[in-house]
């Protein structure tokens, strides 16, 4: 028994070591592999969908992220038209319906999504461009109700819903006026971006058709792009339990990254140290947590 | 502004930790149950006042649809966020029942509102039943274990004559050491009422 074991040892042995140094270290290997591919593979991801849903989808709202933004953009104005032309799979209305109802189905996985939900919260200013009687959503005003032309502050779920019905025009929110922008440019990773808005992307990627910012696009995926780094880089250094002044300028989203980051490389700490003897203790660890 | 309280709600739920729980805020749920039927009120009376101006509901545009379009949203916005309360809650303590077992601390249950608590005994009774069909314990941790049996030491007085699966009863007094059976500890570890001796 005992040879056996060690015979397919040294079997694997020889076969890991063509391909690793170790057999401890290809984890490590894969773990390198993918964090450094990730920002790619969302890239050339995110980049088909100008082809599946063409441009007119700009009009639309919502085409849910910077990067699918920024693919439409950087699709060339020949491009595009080619695009719309001949998209001979499908015609423009069953494109149209097809990218509305994906849409619909987005919305609804998102239901029941606390963050999605306080993100809605977020408020815009607007005015009104039709009258509506029998509501007190104007602060300023006495009377419940609304003239055309008065600008009020609206949550963003109001505003939406809202604008979708011609009702109201959306300007930009101040998180994304021209002083951030050019905070952003300076020094992205260094901008406080929580006290602005805490879901400063998704926020962004919901308004940005809205308010038909085209550039706001642009704005989180340079602000992404160089930010992404910087947390990446300091979730896996050793000084991040003294970073909690970085914590504090981070949008949700991006603590979200972090701890999935830190997470991972404290699973595959545990994973290293091996066992089935640790696993209870963890184990243990966890639901005492939830049980206080 | 329509819709804030039950965004309050949403937000206290969402500071506590992920997968804990706090209190259920029956006061807030209260309070926004209510701003939904002055919503529903007031939804109606515009809605009549459009029909006593002689006008198409479908088809009229003017302020009074504004107005009962507004309530109408703010109305569906309150549901939303009184679903998403309840339905995450009811996940964590659906998850309570895989990580802590069939019976919930005294703290825990505290924070549960009659119909979690309801919901809980009904989820742990199908759970039971379920298991008593394929005769399999899913409870149980996923990773096999080197040696069935492990060395634990009691933290709290269990108390004794507890049954264990080999028919034994054990008396398990506060800072005692036993051998028991990985499957039999488990269930007392998990509740935090033993811990594992390692090394």
Known sequence: ?292 | MYGRTACQLVKEFASGDKGQLVSFNSDLFQQVVAECSQHHLELQSLIRKIQEEGLDIQTARNADHYGALIHHLALVRNKRCLMAYVFNRAEIIRNLLWKIGHVLPQEIEEKLCHTEEEHFKKHSTALKSYMSKVMVDLTVDMVPPKDPYIKVRVLDDIGDGILLSDDKTANFACHSMHLLKRTDAEQFISRGQMEELTG
């Open chain 1, 1 to 292: 028994m005992a040879t056996k074991f060690s015979k397919s040892q040294n079997f694997q042995g020889k076969l890991t070591l063509v391909f690793f140094p170790k057999i401890k270290h290809l984890p490590f290997f894969i773990f390198i592999l993918i964090t450094s591919l990730l920002p790619s593979f969302i890239l050339i991801s995110l980049r088909r969908s100008p082809i599946s849903y063409p441009t007119h989808s700009l009009n639309n709202p919502n085409p849910h992220s910077p990067i699918t933004l920024f693919a439409v953009h950087s699709v060339s104005p020949f491009r595009r038209h080619d695009l719309l032309r001949h998209s001979s799979v499908y015609s423009f209305d069953e494109l149209k319906r097809k990218y509305r109802s994906s849409r619909q189905k987005d919305r609804m996985a998102k239901y029941y999504d606390i963050d999605d939900i306080i993100m809605e919260e977020e408020t815009v200013s607007v005015i009104f461009q039709k009258a509506a009687s029998g509501v007190g959503i104007d602060p300023s005003s006495e009377m419940d109700f609304i003239e055309t032309g008065s600008k009020v502050e609206l949550p963003f779920w109001l505003a939406h819903e809202l604008q979708l019905r011609q009702a109201v025009s959306v300007n930009v929110p101040s998180c994304f006026d021209q002083k951030t922008r050019l905070e952003i440019q300076a020094d992205s990773a260094g901008v406080d971006l929580r006290s602005r808005c805490p879901f400063f992307y998704d926020f962004g990627c919901k308004i940005a058709p809205i308010v038909g910012d085209r550039t706001i696009g642009f704005l989180l995926l340079s602000a992404f792009k160089s930010r992404y780094k910087e947390i990446l880089t300091k979730a896996h250094s050793v000084a991040f339990a003294a970073g909690s002044k970085f914590w504090t300028i981070l949008t949700k989203e991006e603590i979200n990254l972090y701890e999935t980051a830190q997470s991972a490389m404290a699973s595959f700490k545990k994973w290293r140290m091996g066992g089935p003897r640790f696993q209870i203790a963890a184990v243990l660890g966890r639901k005492r947590k939830s049980t206080e």
